[in-house]
């Protein structure tokens, strides 16, 4: 089946600081992965994607590389800003686009 | 370019109330369309999609329909509402593989 798993929140990073959040999926097929940010009461904003192996996503700072050999798609930051405090999901989609699957959030908070 | 609405933006309503929530895109043409349910500090729940008009899978057993009476429109609705339907509310619409999400409604049943 497909699935997503991301590492447990809250990360709270000072300003400057660098980020990780992990990532990695089941699939069966090739699917095509996603970040998406949600900011407090608003809905996901689309914030990067790859749609194969080797593939690097990147917008804003965020940057993410499609692994296939390790099923991985960990988000990466040089350094975050106060701005960045929200909930961050992986997702993919599988070959069908029908369905998406989403991890379960992350939430990251920036302390100036 | 492409937009998705969603209202009202906030909801308050007492339990066995019936429910209407709607949905709408402009900017494309036969999107798959969907529904996903937030509750606090959680993660997404898909509840329904539709790949056509009148074309409903449900993913949850549970008191909430949708309907697609349009191309671009999704409604969910409830009869009687329950404490539990409490939550955020998210439209989404995809197209091939990239899925975009509207600004939610938030559901307080009381």
């Known amino acids: 089946g497909n699935s997503v798993t991301q590492m447990e929140g809250p990360v709270t990073l000072s300003e400057e600081a660098f980020l990780t959040i992990n990532c990695t999926y089941t699939?069966?097929?090739?699917?095509?992965l996603f970040w998406y940010v949600q900011y407090p009461g608003e809905g996901l904003q689309l914030l990067l994607k790859?749609?194969?192996?080797?593939d690097k996503g990147s917008n804003k700072g965020f940057e993410a590389t499609y692994r296939k050999e390790t099923t991985s798609f960990h988000l990466e930051k040089g350094s975050v800003q106060v701005s960045d405090s929200a909930v961050y999901f992986c997702a993919l989609t599988n070959r069908n686009f029908n369905k998406f699957y989403f991890g379960s959030g992350t939430k990251l908070n920036v302390k100036p | 370019s492409q937009t998705i609405h969603q209202w009202p933006a906030t909801l308050v309503q007492p339990v066995g109330s019936p429910l209407s929530l709607e949905c709408t895109v402009e900017g494309t043409s036969n999107p798959n369309l969907y529904w996903y349910r937030q509750a606090a500090g959680r993660g997404l729940q898909l509840l329904f999609y539709s790949v056509g008009i009148g074309q409903i899978s449900s993913e949850v057993p549970q008191n909430l329909s949708a309907s697609r009476p349009q191309d671009r429109q999704f409604i969910l609705s409830s009869k009687k509402l329950l404490l539990s339907d409490s939550g955020f509310y998210l439209c989404a619409w995809s197209k091939a593989y990239e899925q975009y999400f509207g600004p939610g409604t938030r559901l307080t049943v009381t």
């Open positions: 790859a749609t194969k192996a080797d």
């Open positions: 699939a069966t097929g090739y699917p095509s």
